[in-house]
Each structure stands twice: as C-alpha cells, then as structure tokens.
C-alpha cells in the first residue's frame, strides 16, 4: 500500500491490526492493537511503566515478531523506506569521534567517505554540536550523547523514526531542548514519527497525537488530536492551552492505570 498523495511521499506510513505479544514466560505485553499512523504523522505513544510500549516500538521496526495480529511499514510513493530507531541510551561507540559515531549508518550502507562526513556534519550541526565534531562520547554530557544519537538516527534521512524515551534521564531544560531540535527536525524533514514517552508535557508538546495505552496488557484507551498550533517554541508550554491539551493526556493516563 501507497499514500496516493504524490506531496505526502516523505514518510511511511505504518499500520497494526490485532497486534498480540506473548513472551515465552507468559507475560502478555500487548494485546489485541489496532493503530494507523499516517504518513508523515508525529505521534506519541504513552502509557505506565511496563505496559508494553517499548515492545510495541520493536514490533514496529521488526525487532521483535508478534504472537498475533500484522504490523506493516509501508513505503512512501518515493519507494525508498528506511527506519532508524533511536534508544533510552544513546549506545554510542566509545572508540569513535563524534563525527564517525553519526556517519556509522552511511559506513554501513558503503557510503564513501568524504560524503558520509559531509552528511554527517550538516546532522550534527543541526543538533547544535557543530564544535563537538572530533570529540569522544566520554567527553561529552549526556544530552550531547543524545544528541549525536538523534544526529546518527537521521543521517540515512529515514521515512520513520522511532524514539523510545530518548531524553528520560535528561534534566528537564536539556530535554525541553531537545524535544525542540526533535520537532523542528521533524518540520523540516516530514518523516513519521511515532515518540515513546510517559511525560504528558513532553508528548502534548511534541505530538499532533496522542496515543495512550492502559496499563498491561496494553490496549488503546485514547487516541486523539493535540489541539496545538504546529509552530511549537518554548513559551507555548506556559499557555493555558497547553495546561488543558496536557491535562486531558493525563486524565487518560489515569483512566488506563486504573
Ligand atoms: N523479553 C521479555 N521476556 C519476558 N517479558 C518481557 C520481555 N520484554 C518485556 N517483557 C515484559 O513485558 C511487559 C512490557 O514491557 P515493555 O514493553 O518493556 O514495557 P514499557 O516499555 O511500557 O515499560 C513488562 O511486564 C515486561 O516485564
Ligand atoms: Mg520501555
């Protein structure tokens, strides 16, 4: 299946029907899920701890094969489909420089050299760590690690980018930062972003939806709009629209941890 829109070719579109997961030890971590995202679509999945999201997000990529129901990627009209998938840690390699951390993706598609740096530095620079270039990680703070790991997520230009509480150990500023550059990333290249979080102002800031799963077995028990403007800097997190569009993800919260 395409998007018939030959505009909306930038992202992939991702569809799940009656995804069941089963571990071996009897553990059902995801039960009967039905989710359309669509192309180019920013969303973010919430739900408490354990509840099965982290197994949902490796479903999707492939990670992990679901007991019952399919989960499908599909391509854009543009036909290339590509999907980088960006952890809680940033699982940088110790021995390598900032700069051949992020071009490690290109090395592996066999990407010549000069063009891999090329690619990777206009990355980096986009995360804000254009003077961090030949650093190692461990001279780096955590939310640089971050960042390079955002930066190295983005090198191929994926059509789906998966995050799965990337900035939860960060300090709130450092976050907030980040989920800006993630969003503005996210205007400028219109890829389909599906954001793992369990912060309601994290995911009300960064997402047009919301999705939110009840505790395990996870379910749906909400999925709606973020009733925001799509330009989102800083000052609209004091607003009272963002108090109330936060406000009604946490009540669902609520609800499915009952
Ligand atoms: N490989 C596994 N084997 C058995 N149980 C697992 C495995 N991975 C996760 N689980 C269990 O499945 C449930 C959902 O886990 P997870 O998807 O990591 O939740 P979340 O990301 O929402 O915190 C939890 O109870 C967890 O302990
Ligand atoms: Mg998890």
Known sequence: MTDASPTAAKGSSVTL??????????????????????????????????????????????????TGGVAQIHRPDAGRFDVAYVFQDAHLLPWRTVLSNAALPLELQGVERARRREVATEALVKVGLEDALERYPAQL???????????????????????????????????????????????????????????????????????????RPGRIVVDRAVELPPERVGELRATAAFARETHLVYEALVQGDA
């Open 141 to 215: 703070s955590g939310g640089m690690r971050m960042r390079v790991s955002l930066a190295r997520a983005m090198v191929t230009d994926p059509t789906l980018l998966l995050l799965d509480e990337p900035f939860a150990a960060l300090d709130e500023i450092t976050r907030q930062r980040l989920d800006e550059q993630l969003r503005e990333l996210w205007r400028a290249r219109g890829m389909t972003v599906i954001f793992v979080t369990h912060s309601t102002s994290e995911a009300v800031f960064l997402a047009d939806r919301a999705v939110v799963m009840s505790k």
């Open 17 to 66: 029907r009656g995804v069941r997961k089963v571990f071996p030890n009897g553990v059902v971590a995801v039960e009967e899920m039905d989710l359309e995202v669509k192309a180019g679509e920013f969303v973010a999945i919430l739900g408490p701890s354990g509840c099965g999201k982290s197994t949902l997000l490796r479903i999707i990529a492939g990670l992990e094969k679901p």
